[in-house]
């Protein structure tokens, strides 16, 4: 069973630095979502792609973020100068969707960020 | 702003209970609900859907809808030590794509042996 899978699993890094993470997820899968999740929180919405397009970005994603999703399979999340307030885990999720029918939305294990 | 509370617990209850776990969101029409747990360091999983006022039983697990009181809830019947985790409620609003959940700070249940 190849579920989502994410890269790095944990990041250290020193404040403005810059980082990338990736999801691979599920193939046959044409959505991709980023979200965070703060130590209490649920996880936030940050952006999804519909295939290789980016559908829509969360105002939580500064100028400071950027992710793509080359030829509409695996994803990066880059971080450029980062903040220790960037400090979360990073979850990607992956989902198949037909026209208008719901389908499971499956995590991937999540990416722990920590800015020193 | 579009909200979804939780009780952030913790909740305690003993094995073999019924552990209730309650959820309000602030949408009216809004029209998808989701029950997720997730253990300590692990990604959320999907444990209920439900998409219509009522219950929803699936083996142990009943989610309530009730949209006129923006009301959500799981009820976990004779609970195990293995149901200790975080639920995680989530709302997908109306005019949003499908997979933008909405969710509340969860609820963390302990079931005590």
């Known amino acids: 069973d190849t579920g989502v899978s994410q890269d790095p699993r944990h990041k250290i890094t020193k404040r403005g630095q810059n980082v990338t993470f990736r999801c691979d997820p599920i193939?046959?899968?044409?959505?991709l979502y980023w979200y965070r999740q703060t130590l209490g929180q649920g996880p936030e919405f940050l952006t999804y792609?519909?295939?290789?397009?980016?559908?829509?970005k969360s105002r939580l994603l500064s100028d400071r973020f950027s992710a793509e999703r080359p030829k509409g399979s695996f994803s990066t999340l880059e971080i450029q100068r980062t903040e220790q307030g960037d400090s979360a885990m990073y979850l990607c999720?992956?989902?198949?969707?037909?026209?208008?029918?719901?389908?499971?939305?499956?995590f991937g294990s999540g990416t722990q960020l920590s800015v020193l | 702003q579009k909200e979804v509370e939780q009780n952030s617990g913790p909740l305690s209850v003993p094995e073999g209970a019924i552990a209730s776990l309650n959820c309000t969101y602030s949408d009216r029409v809004s029209q998808s609900f989701f029950w997720y747990r997730q253990y300590s360091g692990k990604s959320p999983e999907l444990i209920m859907s439900i998409y219509s006022n009522g219950d929803k039983e699936d083996g142990r697990f009943t989610a309530q809808l009730n949209k006129a009181s923006q009301y959500v809830s799981l009820l976990i019947r004779d609970s195990q030590p293995s149901d200790s985790a975080t639920y995680l409620c989530a709302v997908i609003y109306s005019g949003t794509s499908y997979g933008k959940l909405t969710f509340g700070q969860g609820t963390i249940l302990t079931v005590h042996p």
């Open positions: 792609f519909q295939n290789e397009a980016q559908l829509e």
């Open positions: 999720a992956s989902s198949l969707v037909r026209g208008t029918t719901n389908e499971k939305l499956f």
């Open positions: 193939s046959e899968h044409n959505r």
